[in-house]
């Protein structure tokens, strides 16, 4: 086990303030939050910009922890580890990724909107949001309802791809930017 | 009817429920693992407390200050609203105070979206620097300090 490496790539993408790859469970992920809390503190981050990236990061990681609980609850093969990943580029935007594994089933369940909001812009985004929490549907559904508008919502940009494992495996990597230097 | 508290934890707001204040409050943030489970025991008493307050004369308060929140948190209080808008439509009076601070623009915008949604409802939007002020000065101003936010 070679610390510096990790040491090395934290240092060469900017500056990753927090990282985490294993299970995911509603305390460590309290935990995090409270660490982000800290650096965004210490960094003197707006409240808007902070809150933006708690909310994104509590998203993404409440989902591959959710997404694990249901394959548990339906007796399904589990792999529930994800990781994490909260970072600073060069160009002082901040970002997340995260990634897991999900099922081809899931997978194309989660695509087509996530290639639908792709198109959609930021007032359309917010629109769809308000709609489906009118209509309540996917209810008390655990990710994939609201919750990918709602990281749109607060992104400046979002990307995602799936990568294949074998042809019923893959891992949905995500990534939401957050840019500090807006107009407004 | 018993009041109801829940105290607040790193991702639950503090939640108190006040038969006798006629109050409904709730501060601090929210991102349960199960948000539904978590809000049902103060849904269920929202629901039972306007079905057995008869005195329509009497307004009650509803102040919630969430700093962030998860998304199956915002459908919960999409159905929180909902529910005071049905009491308000029953004849209750009602005024809801959502507090947020200056600088939190997507708290302030969250509070916008829910006062649109929920147009019937006296929803007012409170900076929370004036809220403070509020409630210090309550006691010596009486009604006119919520007249200065806008309260009726």
């Given at each position: 086990m ?6 090395n ?11 985490y790859?294993?299970?995911l ?19 003197e981050?707006?409240m ?5 990236i ?6 993404l990681?409440?989902?591959v ?26 160009d002082?935007?901040y ?16 695509e087509?909107?996530?290639i639908?909001?792709?198109t959609m ?15 309540g ?8 309802g ?18 294949e ?20 | ?9 790193k ?6 429920l ?20 978590f809000y ?15 005195d ?18 915002s ?7 909902d529910l005071i808008?049905e ?16 600088e ?9 979206d ?22 210090n000065?309550?006691e010596?101003?009486?009604g006119?300090?919520?007249e200065?936010i806008?309260c009726r």
């Open positions: 070679n610390v510096d490496n990790i040491q790539m934290v240092e060469k993408d900017g500056i990753i303030f927090l990282s790859g294993g299970f469970t509603q305390t460590l992920i309290s935990g995090m939050t409270e660490a982000l809390e800290k650096e965004a503190e210490y960094n981050l707006s808007s910009i902070s809150t933006n708690y909310t994104i990061f509590i998203e990681s409440q989902n922890m959710n997404y694990s609980k249901t394959r548990q609850a339906n007796c399904k093969e589990v792999k529930s580890e994800g990781l994490i990943v909260v970072g600073k580029d060069k002082n935007s970002y997340i990724h995260s990634q897991n594994i999900i099922t081809k089933d899931d997978k194309d369940k989660i087509p909107k996530l639908e909001l792709l812009n930021h007032d359309e985004i917010k629109k769809r949001y308000r709609e489906l929490r009118r209509s549907r996917d209810k008390h559904g655990k990710g994939g609201i919750g990918f508008y709602e990281i749109a919502k607060r992104s400046d940009e979002i990307k995602f791809e799936f990568k494992i074998n042809e019923d495996k893959f891992y949905f990597h995500f990534i939401s930017k957050i840019n500090i230097n807006k107009d407004n | 009817m018993e009041n109801l508290i829940i105290e607040e934890t991702y639950t707001p503090s939640i108190k006040n038969v006798q204040n006629r109050t409904i409050e709730l501060i601090g943030k929210s991102y349960p693992e199960n948000t539904f489970e049902k025991p103060m849904m269920d008493w929202i629901e039972s407390y306007f079905n057995n307050n008869e329509k004369d009497e307004t009650t308060t509803v102040n919630v200050e969430i700093i962030y929140f998860n998304s199956s948190s459908k919960l209080f999409f159905d929180f609203f808008e009491a308000h439509n029953k004849g209750k009076s009602i005024e809801v105070l959502w507090v947020y601070d200056e939190n623009e997507s708290a302030l915008e969250a509070g916008e829910f006062k649109e949604d929920f147009e019937d409802i006296n929803f007012t939007l409170v900076k929370k620097s004036l809220f403070i002020c509020l409630s000065c309550e010596l101003l009486g006119y300090s919520r200065l806008g």
